[in-house]
């Protein structure tokens, strides 16, 4: 991380490392890892029905995962190429092994359990309200139960997990930039954004790259209704399982953490939708109960069961139909054609191991800012710690440039009279600049 700059701890990085040392790095390789991440979305939903199954009931479980695969928030998001999916199975995994803490009192599990906490915090700290509140009712739960000993094997393993990330960053030379990104750079960057989504935003009708299809599909009513369900089931498990300690414990951890990360989201000036992730599977957990609950209630009444299902049945072929149209749609609506043969364009044009200004994917950076940022946007206690626009380019070692019109406005009087002096559009590319041979 001291080689350039980022505001993720680089786990997720270092895990896809092996992919793309087969795979190389090409187009062609983002569908490698497509498959890849279908796959972690895959487990996560096989954990969470082990989770569910385990705590509620298997048919909870499986309305769980149904929810899960018609959320049109967790399909958006829930298979990118990003941190957020790979800290959301960790975290996952690590409720699985509270629960079996809870229920064995096997201190190997409570180290797990405290282990993938800490884990699931160190990929990405979006989870780190879950985390607190998790740890913190866990402490509680335990200090009631006159079993605190446990709880130590929960904080050792959390604290292992911390040691053994820290201790990698020691030997790497690069533990004092990791705490200023991870920790100060993450808050700076949200508070510089020129155009942040407002609170609220991906819920809005009309929205085909959210939803896929235009006006109010059947895709937004899911997302609406989603959180009134989950308010619906968690009032009535919290109710229905009030004698049950384990039962009831898990339930309020969960209300918990959905209220700490709702507060979370309400304190960000800008986020996007993968912070959803973080909150909407408890709210399919809780929609799961209330719904496999209702299905319960009328199971001695042949008809209405009968009707019930029938409806749900329909309900569920419904939904999928147009989730199915809607991710169909949204590729069509947005063609990557056009900016794949951009790319490829220029991959022929710059070589492999020529840096490009201000970036290039898949070519060496120029500057410490990675592919992605919009560098105005950049706020200033980032940017004093690298080298100017002027400073990078007057490298010889920097030969290309990647800058439109709208991008040139941005630049200093100098840094612009420097690039006319010094670089040349290219006939076929006329935002890629190749610097003048001497």
């Known amino acids: 991380m001291h080689h350039f700059f980022s505001i993720h701890a680089p786990i997720f990085h270092y895990l896809l490392l092996p992919l793309f040392s087969v795979t190389g790095f090409t187009l062609e390789s983002f569908r490698t890892l497509r498959i890849f991440m279908i796959v972690l979305y895959s487990i996560r939903l096989g954990l969470g029905w082990l989770l569910v199954s385990k705590v509620f009931s298997k048919t909870a479980a499986w309305m769980f995962v149904v929810i899960m695969l018609l959320d049109p928030?967790?399909?958006f998001s829930g298979m990118q190429i990003r941190p957020d999916n790979l800290m959301t199975l960790v975290f996952t995994a690590a409720l699985l092994f509270v629960i079996a803490a809870l229920i064995k009192q096997s201190p190997w599990t409570w180290f797990f359990s405290g282990f993938f906490i800490g884990l699931s915090a160190l990929i990405s700290l979006k989870i780190a309200?879950?985390?607190?509140?998790?740890?913190?009712?866990?402490?509680?739960y335990c200090l009631i139960k006159k079993n605190i000993r446990?709880?130590?094997?929960?904080?050792?393993?959390?604290?292992?997990?911390?040691?053994?990330?820290?201790?990698?960053?020691?030997?790497?030379?690069?533990?004092?930039?990791?705490?200023?990104?991870?920790?100060?750079?993450?808050?700076?960057?949200?508070?510089?954004?020129w155009n942040p989504p407002p609170f609220g935003f991906f819920y809005w009708p009309y929205n085909t790259v959210m939803y896929g299809l235009g006006g109010k599909p059947v895709t937004w009513y899911i997302a609406i209704l989603l959180p009134v369900g989950a308010l619906t089931g968690a009032l009535y498990s919290s109710m229905r399982w009030r004698h049950s300690k384990i039962k009831l414990f898990f339930i309020l951890v969960c209300i918990g953490m959905a209220g700490a990360q709702y507060l979370f989201l309400f304190t960000l000036r800008s986020f996007f939708v993968q912070y959803y992730l973080t909150v909407n599977w408890i709210c399919a957990l809780f929609a799961a109960v209330f719904i496999d609950a209702v299905t319960h209630s009328v199971k001695k009444y042949k008809a209405a069961?009968?009707?019930?299902?029938?409806?749900?049945?329909?309900?569920?072929?419904?939904?999928?139909?147009?989730s199915v149209a809607a991710n169909i749609s949204r590729p069509k609506a947005y063609p990557a054609a056009y900016d794949e043969a951009?790319?490829?364009?220029?991959?022929?044009i710059v070589p492999s191991d020529a840096a490009v200004y201000p970036v290039l994917l898949f070519r060496p950076l120029s500057q410490p800012i990675p592919y992605g940022y919009f560098i105005p946007e950049v706020p200033p206690l980032i940017r004093n710690r690298y080298p100017g626009s002027l400073e990078a380019l007057s490298h010889t070692s920097i030969r290309f440039l990647i800058l439109t019109?709208?991008?040139?406005?941005?630049?200093?009087?100098?840094?612009?009279?420097?690039?006319?002096?010094?670089?040349?559009?290219?006939?076929?590319?006329?935002?890629?600049?190749?610097r003048n041979t001497e």
Request: with cysteine; charged share 10%.
């Open 150 to 193: 446990h709880y130590g094997f929960c904080a050792v393993g959390t604290v292992v997990s911390a040691a053994v990330f820290c201790l990698f960053f020691f030997i790497q030379g690069s533990f004092f930039p990791m705490l200023q990104q991870v920790l100060a750079d993450s808050g700076a960057m949200q508070s510089s954004l």
């Open 305 to 322: 069961a009968m009707i019930l299902h029938l409806f749900l049945f329909f309900l569920f072929v419904l939904v999928s139909y147009y």
């Open 405 to 434: 019109e709208y991008h040139m406005r941005f630049l200093d009087p100098e840094t612009v009279s420097y690039i006319w002096a010094h670089f040349t559009r290219h006939p076929d590319d006329t935002d890629l600049w190749v």
């Open 342 to 348: 951009i790319m490829r364009k220029r991959w022929a």
């Open 73 to 75: 928030f967790a399909t």
């Open 129 to 140: 309200p879950s985390v607190g509140v998790l740890l913190s009712m866990l402490f509680v």
